[in-house]
């Protein structure tokens, strides 16, 4: 699940190698972060200053209206927020389009945040906790079944952040879909195709974003992202699910170290750790070569066998 790579082994890759480990539900793991971070006058500086400041659950660079989120701050502040996030955001793209090429045509460039707040005993509601092991789904919009990629980094400089996590999306969607109201018996052919109110629904959106609302996509949504956020909510929801029993990992990431995953694929919590960055990328279906194994066609052949 953990599959790490030293500088060296970088400059080795064959094509597909890490982007195949990814779509297989693997953690890609740099011991030491493979980009350049922000110089420690900089690092040190998000530490002290953004959690006094939050505003939101994270601190959040958006690309697509180019503005910072989450932070209640003065405009010098948050210029040199707005600075930080963005260089750290084309940094991670660039490496990310050398290391994954088929995986990074067309993907869109989702939000650049950095987490200043302790993950340990966040006062935050069960479906907004980072602390409960879930999928990603539903914060983004209408994802309609691209992939969910995420780059962290580790910049505290004393703390492990840990990681909590019961296995992949296939193992999980066999044990727990029933239960969860996401697998079905024979819920029709097209029930995770949109229909008219959501084809209505992102039109809507696409008008907002062309008059000027540049953040308008995450009111978007389609039938396969509502199921996903289902799934979401009942492992978040679930004592029994939550319980650590023989599929029960944890996995620690020692500071200054480099992970990536499909976060819509690896269930994950984060248990504890303070400060780290987190990037968000969507990654197109069509650019898969297991394809097979992502979420929307483990629902879809599992709709096929039923009927």
């Given at each position: 699940?953990?599959?790490?790579?030293?500088?060296?082994?970088?400059?080795?890759?064959?094509?597909?190698?890490?982007?195949?480990?990814?779509?297989?539900?693997?953690?890609?793991?740099?011991?030491?972060?493979?980009?350049?971070?922000?110089?420690e006058h900089e690092l040190q500086f998000i530490r002290d200053e953004l959690p006094t400041r939050l505003a939101l659950k994270n601190v959040s660079y958006h690309p697509e209206a180019d503005t910072?989120?989450?932070?209640?701050?003065?405009?010098?502040?948050?210029?040199?927020?707005?600075?930080?996030?963005?260089?750290?955001?084309?940094?991670?793209?660039?490496?990310?389009?050398?290391?994954?090429p088929s995986l990074t045509a067309g993907w869109t460039i989702g939000t650049c945040s950095f987490r200043p707040i302790q993950e340990r005993g966040r006062d935050l509601k069960p479906h907004a906790s980072?602390?409960?092991?879930?999928?990603?789904?539903?914060?983004?919009?209408?994802?309609?079944?691209?992939?969910?990629l995420r780059?962290?980094?580790?910049?505290?400089?004393?703390?492990?952040?840990?990681?909590?996590?019961?296995?992949?999306?296939?193992?999980?969607?066999?044990?727990?879909?029933?239960?969860?109201?996401?697998?079905?018996?024979?819920?029709?052919?097209?029930?995770?195709?949109?229909k008219f109110l959501d084809h209505l629904r992102t039109g809507i959106v696409r008008g907002l974003k062309k008059s000027g609302l540049k953040m308008a996509h995450v009111l978007d949504s389609s039938p396969y992202d509502r199921c996903m956020r289902k799934f979401h909510n009942y492992m978040k929801d679930t004592p029994e699910f939550?319980?650590?029993?023989?599929?029960?990992?944890?996995?620690?990431?020692?500071?200054?170290s480099a992970w990536m995953v499909f976060t819509d694929m690896l269930s994950h919590a984060s248990l504890s750790g303070q400060h780290a960055f987190v990037d968000t990328h969507l990654v197109p279906l069509a650019n898969c070569r297991l394809a097979d194994l992502a979420p929307i066609n483990i629902l879809k052949s599992a709709v096929q066998a039923a009927v």
């Open positions: 699940m953990l599959i790490s790579y030293h500088r060296a082994q970088l400059e080795r890759l064959t094509d597909f190698e890490i982007a195949d480990e990814l779509e297989q539900g693997n953690i890609i793991y740099f011991p030491e972060c493979p980009i350049p971070l922000p110089g910072v989120r989450g932070l209640d701050a003065d405009p010098e502040t948050m210029d040199r927020v707005h600075k930080i996030l963005t260089l750290h955001s084309k940094e991670v793209d660039a490496f990310l389009k050398k290391i994954i980072n602390e409960l092991i879930h999928f990603d789904a539903g914060a983004y919009g209408a994802t309609n079944g691209d992939r969910i780059f962290f980094v580790n910049v505290n400089p004393h703390e492990d952040r840990v990681w909590a996590t019961k296995g992949a999306f296939p193992e999980i969607y066999q044990r727990f879909g029933s239960a969860a109201g996401v697998r079905k018996n024979n819920p029709g052919k097209n029930y995770l195709q949109k939550q319980r650590r029993d023989a599929y029960y990992q944890q996995i620690r990431f020692r500071p200054f």
